[in-house]
């Protein structure tokens, strides 16, 4: 017998499965793409998210034991000066919200600053489990340091803090072995064969979105939602992707189809054109537009929701 037949210990394959949303939280440049990286690792590769108008992009998703993690992007919150940015920073919580875990990335070096000070006033409303990471290790004395989880626990009760290098991967394991612990007992919700596409699925569809918002937001209602059906490598190097485009009424589908197919034909066209600067291949997409009713009761769905704006 092989070792790759030898049956894995009883206590493994019994282990009962555990599946969460991780919400990664910080400001811009304090290293959350690194540290996402660091924990999905190479298995899942991802071009650089930029689509600020994001509430659950998936990031990536990571397995650790029985534990499947899924990484969820928060656009960059900052000190919101004008109305889209309010509503980024609103759809930024929103996300948080929904996730199981809250884990703030913190720049050792930039320390509290006002926009991480923000932030931190911020987290004092979101109820799920918080965890505390500061990154950048490496550009700062221990002493500054501890200070800087002192101060930053003191503002906000964090469950644990992590002092780690996203660069070179110091303390990542150690975050990522807590992180499988506190996620929900569940089943997995990526099948394994499906992980490695999922991200770019789920940045694709939050592209269309995006451009379905810029065109519409006017007269369509938030709740619609975009799914990415297919994503296929084709021979001659570009990629077909197909996506359908779910609103709740008839009505809506026709907004949204515009008149002799103008509207969808203009979102199909900006979406396309995004997305193959973003990876860098041609793409063909392909939209269609459904009408399904009470989507939005549906948890799964829910996951999907749109962008807030917030009230007044
Ligand atoms: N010295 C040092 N630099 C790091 C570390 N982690 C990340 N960086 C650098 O910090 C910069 C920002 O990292 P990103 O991962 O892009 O930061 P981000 O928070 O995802 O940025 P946004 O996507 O703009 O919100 C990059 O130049 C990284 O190389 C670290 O542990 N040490």
């Known amino acids: 017998m092989t070792d790759s037949e030898t049956p894995p210990a009883a206590d493994e394959a019994d282990r009962p499965t555990r599946c969460g949303f991780v919400a990664v939280i910080g400001a811009p440049n304090v290293g959350k793409s690194t540290l996402v990286n660091a924990l999905v690792g190479s298995k899942v590769t991802i071009v650089s998210p930029k689509v600020q108008t994001t509430r659950t992009l998936v990031r990536g998703i990571a397995v650790f034991g029985a534990s499947q993690l899924i990484f969820v992007d928060t656009p960059g919150i900052f000190l919101p000066r004008r109305r889209l940015e309010r509503a980024m920073v609103t759809t930024a919580w929103s996300g948080t919200k929904d996730a199981d875990l809250a884990v703030l990335v ?14 931190l006033d911020k987290l004092k409303e979101v109820r799920q489990p918080k965890t505390l990471v500061i990154n950048k290790v490496d550009l700062v004395a221990k002493p500054a340091l501890l200070a800087l989880a002192q101060a930053a626990n003191d503002r906000v009760p964090f469950t644990d803090t992590f002092m780690i290098s996203a660069m070179s991967g110091s303390g990542v394991p150690d975050l990522a072995e807590t992180l499988a612990t506190k996620v929900p007992l569940g089943p997995w919700l990526y099948p394994e064969d499906q992980m490695s596409d999922a991200p770019m699925r789920s940045l694709a569809a939050e592209i269309t979105r995006e451009k379905l918002f810029l065109k519409l937001h006017q007269e369509l209602p938030y709740r619609s939602t975009v799914e990415t059906d297919s994503w296929t490598e084709q021979q001659d190097g570009s990629v077909r992707i197909e ?17 002799g197919g103008h509207t969808i034909k203009s979102i199909g066209t900006d979406s396309r054109e995004e997305l193959a600067k973003l990876i860098d291949q041609k793409v063909h997409l392909f939209l269609f537009v459904k009408v399904r009713e009470n989507w939005s009761d549906d948890p799964e769905r829910y996951r999907e929701m749109g962008l807030e704006f917030p009230k007044g």
């Open 106 to 119: 913190i720049d050792a070096k930039r320390g509290l600053d006002e926009e991480t000070s923000a932030i």
């Open 243 to 259: 996506q359908t485009i779910f609103v709740e009424r008839e009505s809506q589908r026709k907004i949204v189809l515009g008149k």
